[in-house]
């Protein structure tokens, strides 16, 4: 049973665009999500997170949007880069998980120039 | 400020043998988790570290056993090996007394079972 789920494994986008990245989540008891980057032959990123309490949080290029009654949170890339090409994973966490990270299976972004 | 290290960076085992990877946290992080990462997955959690002790464990076998050390580093441990424990072993590192607070990567260890 996946509780955390990315539904699109890649997704391409020119350079300068704004890069949407979606993830949908089953266990309503989560309450802190977060979303790292990994490029390949290193560990994962963390980018940016967002607790439950609050519905979005920005920083720099990056915004995560939380909505929790459709149980779904988004990444905004904007503006898009080349350097932002790689692997986008969320994860979530709290209530009966505790502390575990809970991830999803990723998306892998391309940004092309 | 050093992140997260973890040794080796790669290994090959055979079936059946024991393995025992290694992993330092960042400086001023006090608890450490475990994660296994197969080929086209996201990681999935082994189990957390926090006062030399297991807070939390995933849904992995007996086989998968670790230890935390008191100057926090900590050691995760791998029975008689399967072909199927072929994956990027992922240590990160986090402030155990807080919660919602991110959890910080080291680069893995890739064990590979022949």
């Known amino acids: 049973d996946q509780q955390v789920k990315q539904n699109s494994p890649s997704l391409s986008v020119q350079e300068g665009r704004i890069s949407i990245l979606n993830c949908d989540y089953t266990n309503s008891m989560f309450d802190y999500f977060l979303w790292y980057k990994k490029y390949p032959a290193e560990g994962p990123t963390f980018l940016i997170s967002i607790s439950s309490i609050k519905d979005k949080n920005e920083d720099g290029r990056f915004t995560v949007f939380l909505n929790k009654s459709a149980k779904h949170l988004s990444l905004h890339i904007v503006p898009s880069q080349p350097g932002d090409s790689a692997v986008y994973f969320c994860a979530a966490s709290g209530g009966n998980a505790g502390n575990m990270l809970t991830f999803g299976g990723g998306t892998r972004l391309m940004v092309k120039p | 400020d050093a992140g997260v290290t973890q040794s080796p960076t790669h290994l090959i085992k055979t079936r059946g043998q024991q393995v025992t990877l290694r992993c330092s946290p960042k400086s001023g992080h006090d608890t450490v988790s475990w994660y296994q990462q197969a080929l086209g997955q996201g990681p999935q959690f082994i189990f957390q570290?926090?006062?030399?002790?297991?807070?939390q464990r995933g849904n992995f076998p007996d086989r998968f056993s670790g230890h935390q050390f008191p100057n926090y580093s900590s050691e995760l441990n791998v029975n008689a090996l399967l072909l199927g424990d072929s994956a990027l072993y992922l240590c990160?590192?986090?402030?155990?007394?807080?919660?919602?607070?991110?959890?910080?990567f080291g680069d893995g260890t890739r064990l590979s079972i022949l």
């Open positions: 990160a590192s986090s402030l155990g007394g807080s919660f919602n607070q991110p959890q910080h």
């Open positions: 570290y926090y006062e030399e002790e297991e807070r």
